[in-house]
Structures are given as structure tokens and as C-alpha cells.
């Protein structure tokens, strides 16, 4: 970026013309520099399209659920909108990623990024595995309670190895075997619980797991994104490169895509289901208003 700014010669009659090369040098940098330009397209595109959409349905959704007043959906729409902006601000600063002096920023967007991407994981799973006995505001503080446990102890972890230990857990450019251990720990636990909710799947326990196709797509699709990163670090961990074309391809996935999986998987069914008991209400209030005694004429 200061090499760009200083090859700027100081010539009036030029200024407007190297403005505008600078200008599209700056843009060149801030998209193809670390990753590259398609690395960075396929974050931020579909990140930005999923935020459109939100604030288009925003109005609709807010009626929804102040109509339906689910005190799970509210609090999970209010933290898919919270982890969505910051999750937007990752795939916007990836040259952070990259950039001297900004190093301590990066770590803690991408801690914080992470841990609320985790946070709705990690709820999830647990609303999941209660079944059709999770509602309730007693059920949706038990979840919480527990998921900010998991979530604060992660978080600790991950504060100590970064800013403790030096470890360079965020920036994908290190080879350090230490960090790739880690993250091969931490993609295996992720791995295993999702593994053991799809064997209750198959098994005389999926009477516990809530009827829904949708959640069954949604653990697979989990399962193979974590057993696809999984891979990817035992492979960065022994020195393999290919390992971090797969760890960045599901890093990609995950980032661009996990949030409109969540919400098509837990949200969708929820607003549709709250759409026909508007409309419900709606006839039966025009009805009570006598708006339809002429069709019995």
C-alpha cells in the first residue's frame, strides 16, 4: 500500500490520472492481496448477497416474531444478525490478514468472528438434541448458559495460544506444526459431535432429534465441511500443502455459506409457519368483521 502511494508522482497536470491508477491499484490490493481475487470474491459475495436479503426481510421478520414472540427465534435472529455483520467485516478485511502492523485487529475480528460462529453452532447442536422439548424460555437460558460455557472456555484458550504464546493461529500463511495441531484438535471434536448426532440419526435414539429433513441436511452438510477441514490440518500438520487448499476451501464454505444454512435449516420453517397464523388471524378478524357475509347471500 506505501509503495503504491509513493510511486505517485507530483504532477498537476496529471493528478486526476494517478489518482485514478492508485485507485485501482488500492482496489487490485485489497482484493488479490494474501488469498487472491477469487478466494476473496467467494467470501464476500455471498456474505454480502445473505445481508441484502436480511435487511430485505427485516420488516417481515420483525412482524413475525413479534407476532409469533418465541423467545428462541427472537434471541437467535437478533445473534444471526450480530455474527452476520462481524462475519461480513472478516470477509472484508482479509488483508489484514496480510498487512504489517494490523496483526493484533486481525486476531481479535477473527476471535470474535469465530466464537460467534461457534456460539450458533454450538446452540444449535444442543436445541437439536433436545428434540421437541426445546422451548421455552427455561430451555433457551439452560442452552445459552451452556453454550457461553463451551464458548468462553474456547475463547480463553484461543486468547492464550495468540496473545500468550505468540501462536499465529489466524493467519493461514504460517506453517507452524503447533497451530495446525491445535486446530486438528479442535476440527475433531467438531467432527465427532457431529458425526454422533447423525449415529442417533440412524439409531433407536433419533426419536430425540426433532422430524425435520432439514436438520438432517444440516448435519451432513456440517459433518462433511468438518471432516473435509479436518483433513486439510492432518495434512498442513505433516507438511503437506495441499492441506491448506482443502482447510482454505472449507474456510471458504463455512464463512460464506454456513450462516444461510442456519438460517434456512432453523429460521425459514419458523417465519412460514408464522406467515400462515397471520394469515389465519387476518381472515378471522375479517371475518368477525363481517367481510365475507356477502359471499353467503
Known amino acids: 500500500m506505501r509503495s503504491l502511494l ?13 489518482i485514478a491508477r492508485v485507485g485501482r491499484g488500492v482496489a487490485s490490493w485489497w482484493l488479490s492481496d494474501c488469498h487472491g481475487i477469487l478466494y476473496n470474491l467467494a467470501l464476500i ?3 454480502l448477497l445473505f ?3 436480511l435487511g430485505s426481510q427485516a420488516r417481515r421478520s420483525y412482524a413475525r416474531l413479534t407476532y409469533g414472540r418465541s423467545h428462541i427465534m427472537i434471541a437467535y435472529y437478533a445473534l444471526l444478525w450480530l455474527v452476520t ?11 489484514w490478514q496480510c498487512t504489517s502492523g494490523k496483526e493484533f485487529s486481525w486476531n481479535m475480528l477473527s476471535l470474535i ?18 428434540g421437541n422439548n426445546a422451548s421455552g424460555v427455561e430451555t433457551l437460558t439452560r442452552t445459552f448458559v451452556v453454550s457461553g460455557v463451551i464458548i468462553c472456555a ?5 486468547v492464550i495460544y495468540v496473545f500468550g504464546f505468540g501462536l499465529p493461529l489466524f493467519i493461514d500463511s504460517s506453517h507452524s506444526r503447533v497451530k495446525w495441531g ?13 458425526g454422533f448426532i447423525l449415529f442417533m440419526h440412524h439409531s433407536k435414539w433419533r426419536e430425540r432429534l426433532p422430524a425435520r429433513p432439514a436438520f438432517y441436511n444440516y448435519i451432513c452438510a456440517m459433518l462433511l465441511l468438518n471432516a473435509v477441514s479436518l483433513f486439510g490440518c492432518v495434512l498442513l500438520g505433516n507438511g503437506a500443502g495441499f492441506g491448506l487448499w482443502l482447510y482454505n476451501l472449507a474456510t471458504v464454505c463455512y464463512h460464506s455459506l454456513y450462516l444461510p444454512l442456519l438460517y434456512v435449516t432453523f429460521l ?9 397464523r397471520l394469515e389465519n388471524v387476518y381472515y378471522s378478524e375479517m371475518k368477525d368483521a363481517g367481510f365475507f357475509d356477502a359471499d353467503w347471500d
Open 182 to 194: 491445535l486446530w486438528t484438535v479442535h476440527k475433531l471434536l467438531l467432527t465427532s459431535v457431529y
Open 85 to 95: 455483520i462481524f462475519n461480513l467485516l472478516w470477509c472484508l478485511l482479509q488483508t
Open 268 to 276: 425459514a420453517d419458523f417465519f412460514q409457519e408464522e406467515d400462515l
Open 154 to 158: 474456547d475463547l480463553l484458550l484461543k
Open 51 to 53: 445481508v441484502v436479503y
Open 6 to 18: 509513493a510511486e505517485l508522482p507530483i504532477t498537476p497536470s496529471t493528478g486526476a490520472e494517478e
Open 113 to 130: 468472528t469465530n466464537s460467534g460462529l461457534l456460539f450458533l453452532e454450538i446452540s444449535l447442536i444442543a436445541f437439536m438434541i433436545q
Open 45 to 47: 459475495i455471498p456474505t
